[in-house]
């Protein structure tokens, strides 16, 4: 099955700095979405991004499907930013996501 | 984005009983939704593809006679743990898988705030 690595596994910033969360899958796909999991175990969609660019506030992201990565983008951190990162793909309509091990962000005052 | 609900939040139980989750989609109809758990600092790992009038599909290793679910409508599908052990106590989340039309990107999946699952 299709593999997700997520890089780095785990990033501390001082508040203000900005990150990138990188996302390497193994074969082509058709649904990309990036999650940010809050302290309580909720799942808060980020983007679905099977291809091209994306921003919102100071996240943004970016899929190159033809050299299978992703890059999602933190810009001027904030304490509330901290949380586990996941990428999750999925290769066709009706398959469930696959997900990556994440990256665990701790932002500091 | 879509809203999913899931119930119970936690659940705290003695070894033996059997716990129902339920998973609804809110504001949208899922006619396929999808069971994961989580085990603390680990990743999300899929249990089964539920599908809306018909028999779940389950992952290698997952006990479809343990984990029982039904896709009974297009807004809801249930996870039962029959028999629970202690071992079965972890988080476990709930996705559904918006469809074409509405406001939503197609294929794109929402999750439910997920639930705690406590065996003594």
């Known amino acids: 099955g299709i593999q997700v690595e997520q890089s780095p596994p785990d990033l501390i910033l001082q508040e203000g700095a900005n990150s990138t969360l990188r996302c390497n899958f193994s074969?082509?796909?058709?649904?990309l979405q990036w999650f940010h999991q809050n302290p309580w175990g909720q799942l808060i969609n980020l983007f679905y991004?099977?291809?091209g660019t994306k921003q919102n506030g100071r996240l943004s992201a970016t899929t190159v499907a033809t050299e299978r990565y992703s890059l999602l983008y933190i810009s001027s951190s904030q304490t509330t930013d901290s949380g586990v990162y996941f990428c999750?793909?999925?290769?066709?309509?009706?398959?469930?996501?696959?997900f990556g091990k994440g990256t665990r962000l701790s932002v500091i005052a | 984005g879509a809203v999913v609900s899931q119930h119970p939040s936690r659940v705290i139980c003695k070894s033996g009983t059997s716990v129902k989750i339920e998973c609804r989609s809110l504001?949208?109809?899922?006619?396929?939704m999808f069971w994961y758990r989580q085990f603390p600092k680990q990743s999300l790992m899929l249990m089964a593809t539920?599908?809306?009038?018909?028999?779940?599909?389950?992952e290698q290793g997952v006990e479809k006679d343990k984990f029982l679910i039904n896709h009974a409508s297009l807004t809801l599908s249930t996870l039962t743990v029959t028999s629970a052990h202690p071992e079965d106590s972890s988080f476990y989340i709930c996705?559904?898988?918006?469809?074409?039309?509405?406001?939503?990107?197609?294929?794109?999946?929402?999750f439910g705030p997920g639930t705690r699952l406590t065996v003594l």
């Open positions: 996705s559904a898988r918006a469809t074409s039309g509405g406001f939503y990107s197609y294929n794109e999946q929402f």
């Open positions: 074969d082509s796909v058709n649904n």
């Open positions: 991004i099977p291809s």
């Open positions: 999750a793909v999925g290769n066709s309509g009706n398959t469930p996501l696959v």
């Open positions: 504001d949208f109809q899922a006619t396929t």
């Open positions: 539920s599908n809306e009038g018909s028999k779940a599909t389950y």
